[in-house]
């Protein structure tokens, strides 16, 4: 019997476009879809997949939610809490573990540097505590952390929520432009990859590179944020520029508003420390690893830009 492959939870952009990908490489019998609303897989369930709920948010939910899988991607918790975002994956991968999970992908970010264990980013935070209690584990399930690397489509996010459709004169941001940058990937590519390194795994187990194991997964080159912006404005067809200013006037800024806040708690200072990791460079990066996996060059920032903005 062809080992089973659970995707938890099976929606959000990476989760669907992991599934995507997936349905290229295996049957749809192999798959296990795990979310909060699997119906939007019907139409893979008709076909032979196995759709379940189950949701971070109600514990209760993941004790049988993986039963029968074997290899399980686990895709990160979508909060910016660090506490309760450590404890909901504790669960899931306990939940796992008593369903008889062989070996979990995780689905971890691509701050820290190359593959260290240390991040100014309080982004990071969840997904450092997670990879060493992956790795204390090891005796009972085994895993591959994913690090996947920065969307290019999450400038928003690193650029004061630049609205393409109206965009502002100038980015107020904590950080000059300059310097070291972030080596963009397009949120697809890293979903393809994904998908191929949990079959890499499945087809030849014993001789996986990555068990027990980070892998970085990171765009074909690093750009920085004054670049980054540039790229923006010639997409959108106005020049934008960069205006450094104190994380104490960012926290302030009127159209940040409720964009941190997270479970009623506003963490727009703690997001601040994401561009301190960029200027330390621990975003910059840039790791062979997708390029090997694809077998092919991944799509520059540019080319991902202006299709997304077109």
Known sequence: MSPRIGVFPASGGLGTSIVNHLTKLVSASQLVLIARNPDKWTRLGQAGATLRKADYDQPSTLDNAFDGVDVLILISYASFEIRRRVEVHQLAIQAA?????????????????????????????????????????????????????????SFPIYTAWL????????????????GPGVSWVKRDELGEATAKLIVGYIDQPKKFDYLNKKV??????????????????????????????????????????????????????????????????????VSPAIKEILGREPESYENTIQALIR
């Open 97 to 153: 573990i008593k369903s008889g999970v062989k070996h979990i992908f995780y689905s971890s970010l691509g701050f820290a540097g190359d593959l260290t264990d240390h991040s100014v980013a309080h982004v990071m935070g969840a997904h450092l505590e997670t990879e060493r209690f992956l790795a204390e584990i090891t005796d009972k399930v085994t895993y591959t952390s994913v690090r996947e690397g920065l969307y290019s489509e």
């Open 163 to 178: 609205d393409p459709a109206n965009p502002p004169t100038e980015i107020t941001i904590p950080h000059s432009g300059a």
């Open 216 to 285: 970085l997964l990171t765009g074909q080159r690093a750009i920085s944020l004054a670049e980054t912006v540039d790229i923006l404005g010639r997409a959108i067809g106005k020049p934008l520029k960069i205006r450094e200013i104190s994380v104490d006037e960012y926290v302030r800024l009127t159209q940040i508003g409720d964009k941190h806040t997270y479970h009623g708690v506003n963490l727009s200072r703690e997001w601040a420390t994401a561009w301190e990791a960029i200027k330390q460079g621990e975003t910059a990066v």
